[in-house]
């Protein structure tokens, strides 16, 4: 099977020796499920930290695999986000919940255009604080989720990365859970390319499940795609006074997540032996011009 040979690096780099052996069996897997479930397999899109492809369902229904291994936290986590999120909109809904042995199923969003290739980037910025707003969490607390406070314990855990930056993430951490007065439920991952158009508006998938308040959900969004365009530090200014015209949310309550969300992210590409820290740091820079 021709994996993406990134993916397969990334996938060894967060589960060592486990993803190695689950790489290997991933075929028969396929096969098994594509057997016991009367499903059947298509092709593949991009996938970074799990198996993700087409699947025709019993009965010829369009959806989508994701497949990591069996009863891994992150997929269990995630299933229990689409369960809550899926009782109202701005969400893809979860159909069948496979994780004891490794998959889910997920509706498909159709035509599935990625919000960042869509359309300029002030404009996405709106269309990512619309989905925002629609997405709810009103019943969580019978589900067990991490909090941004375990998230942030990755601070305690960093290698190679300079001290400056935990130092000052760590205390700007300390003061914003101090801080935090109405805790919900988040994605934890919105950005542009876990936003796609489905029958005419805009949906998100992919949600990582998350207990904070709602300033830190911006963080991805203004993370990516940054660099690679012209003026970074002008586009962040412009994604965040967006943020807070078309949200509410407290602009100096963006900034400090932002910056602390850049080195927690840092932390994490030294984790899973990914090649992205340095630019994270870059955007901590950018941040700490802000506070």
Same mark, same amino acid.
């Given at each position: 099977?021709?994996?993406?040979?990134?993916?397969?690096?990334?996938?060894?780099?967060?589960?060592?020796?486990? %993803?190695?052996?689950?790489?290997?069996?991933?075929?028969?897997?396929?096969?098994?499920w594509?057997?016991?479930?009367?499903?059947?397999? %298509?092709?593949?899109?991009?996938?970074?930290?799990?198996?993700?492809?087409e699947?025709?369902?019993?009965?010829?229904?369009?959806?989508?695999?994701?497949?990591?291994?069996?009863?891994?936290?992150?997929?269990?986590?995630e299933?229990?986000?689409?369960?809550v999120?899926?009782?109202?909109?701005?969400?893809?809904?979860?159909?069948?919940?496979?994780?004891?042995?490794?998959?889910?199923?997920?509706?498909?969003?159709?035509?599935?255009?990625?919000?960042?290739?869509?359309?300029?980037?002030?404009?996405?910025?709106?269309?990512?604080?619309?989905?925002? %707003?629609?997405?709810?969490?009103?019943?969580w607390?019978?589900?067990?989720?991490?909090?941004?406070?375990?998230?942030?314990?990755?601070?305690?855990?960093?290698?190679?990365?300079?001290?400056?930056?935990?130092?000052?993430?760590?205390?700007?951490?300390k003061?914003?859970?101090?801080?935090?007065?109405?805790?919900t439920?988040?994605?934890?991952?919105?950005?542009?390319?876990?936003?796609?158009?489905?029958? #005419?508006?805009? !949906?998100?998938?992919?949600?990582?499940?998350?207990? #904070?308040? !709602?300033?830190?959900?911006?963080?991805?969004?203004?993370?990516?795609?940054?660099?690679?365009?012209?003026?970074?530090?002008?586009?962040?200014?412009?994604?965040?006074?967006?943020?807070?015209?078309?949200?509410?949310?407290?602009?100096?309550?963006m900034?400090?997540?932002?910056?602390? #969300?850049?080195?927690?992210?840092?932390?994490?590409?030294?984790?899973?032996?990914?090649?992205?820290?340095?630019?994270?740091l !870059?955007?901590?820079?950018?941040?700490?011009?802000?506070?």
């Open positions: 099977m021709m994996l993406p040979e990134t993916f397969r690096q990334t996938f060894r780099g967060v589960h060592g020796e486990n %993803g190695d052996v689950w790489l290997r069996h991933l075929p028969g897997r396929l096969a098994g594509e057997q016991k479930y009367g499903i059947r397999i %298509g092709k593949f899109y991009p996938m970074t930290f799990h198996f993700v492809a699947v025709t369902l019993n009965g010829g229904v369009e959806a989508v695999i994701k497949a990591g291994l069996p009863a891994d936290k992150k997929l269990i986590n299933k229990n986000a689409l369960t999120f899926g009782r109202g909109a701005g969400m893809i809904k979860l159909l069948e919940d496979h994780t004891d042995e490794g998959f889910l199923l997920l509706e498909k969003a159709v035509p599935g255009t990625v919000l960042s290739d869509s359309m300029e980037d002030e404009k996405a910025v709106a269309a990512a604080a619309a989905v925002m %707003g629609q997405i709810r969490a009103d019943d607390g019978s589900m067990h989720f991490p909090h941004l406070a375990d998230w942030f314990k990755g601070l305690d855990r960093a290698e190679d990365i300079p001290e400056r930056y935990l130092k000052k993430a760590s205390a700007v951490v003061e914003l859970l101090s801080e935090m007065n109405y805790p439920l988040l994605h934890g991952d919105l950005h542009q390319n876990n936003i796609l158009s489905h029958y #005419g508006e805009w !949906k998100a998938i992919d949600p990582k499940g998350v207990i #904070g308040e !709602k300033e830190f959900e911006v963080t991805s969004f203004c993370r990516n795609n940054l660099f690679s365009k012209q003026k970074p530090f002008d586009i962040l200014q412009t994604r965040l006074s967006i943020f807070e015209k078309e949200t509410g949310l407290n602009l100096h309550k900034i400090r997540w932002g910056y602390c #969300g850049a080195v927690l992210s840092a932390c994490w590409c030294k984790e899973d032996h990914m090649p992205c820290a340095d630019e994270n !870059k955007l901590a820079d950018l941040y700490e011009k802000l506070l």
